[in-house]
């Protein structure tokens, strides 16, 4: 019997999220990137939502916001924007 272990998939970033990520403060940073980390074995959790009018989606982490793609056939997770909530959509 042979247990089939899930996929897990690598996390890329835009060069823009990646400085977006860079620009908050340490201690929301770290917590964003521990939530943007267990995108690694499961990219859709519980609360994860569909961006309206693209194929992005979306979690919380407080005030912050992180807005990514699944690529499902590369079996990667690629990060768009990281920002405050009230900054995230324009």
């Known amino acids: ?21 860079a620009g908050i403060a340490p201690v929301h940073r770290r917590r964003i990137a521990d939530k943007i980390d267990t995108l690694i074995s499961n990219p859709r959790p519980s609360g994860a939502e569909s961006v309206k009018g693209s194929n992005y989606l979306r979690i919380r982490i407080g005030d912050y916001r992180v807005i990514y793609e699944i690529e499902d056939d590369r079996l990667v997770v690629l990060v768009v924007r990281v920002g405050h909530r009230r900054e995230i959509y324009r």
């Open 1 to 21: 019997m042979t247990s089939k272990k899930p996929a897990l998939f690598r996390i890329e970033f835009l060069a823009a999220a990646s400085k977006q990520l």
